[in-house]
Nanobody, 127 residues
Framework: QVQLVESGGGLVQAGGSLRLSCAASGRTFSRYAMGWFRQAPGKEREVVCAISLNGGSTYYADSVKGRFTISRDNAKSTVYLQMNSLKPEDTAVYYC????????????????????WGQGTQVTVSS
């Protein structure tokens, strides 16, 4: 199995930027499709973005499109989430997730499709 550890969260003012990292260990990272999810208090966990195992295909939720960028470095076994133009509504605990994909170009946007999760990192955007 794969272990995931997120980092990079924190407190930022609206309009600011943060970069989250998710470091993987335990299995060959390049064999996993990855996703970023978030969960705000009292709300369900929602997808932020996802990336295929080779990084060639990505998905973004409409709410973050044009502001967030997902990327991965398979040599470092790490997936990143660059968040720009942050808004107070982006405040949440952010989780990375991993799964073995059905094909090299596949990404997944449903949290139930992922079998491995990190512990989460808090992002708070002040107005």
């Amino acid at each position: 199995q794969v272990q995931l550890v997120e980092s990079g969260g924190g407190l930022v003012q609206a309009g600011g930027s943060l970069r989250l990292s998710c470091a993987a260990s335990g299995r060959t990272f390049s064999r996993y499709a990855m996703g970023w999810f978030r969960q705000a208090p009292g709300k369900e966990r929602e997808v932020v973005c996802a990336i295929s195992l080779n990084g060639g295909s990505t998905y973004y939720a409409d709410s973050v499109k044009g502001r967030f960028t997902i990327s991965r470095d398979n040599a470092k076994s790490t997936v990143y989430l660059q968040m720009n133009s942050l808004k107070p509504e982006d405040t949440a605990v952010y989780y990375c997730a991993a799964r073995r994909p059905l094909s090299s170009g596949s990404w997944y946007r449903d949290h139930s499709e992922y079998g491995y999760w990190g512990q989460g990192t808090q992002v708070t955007v002040s107005s």
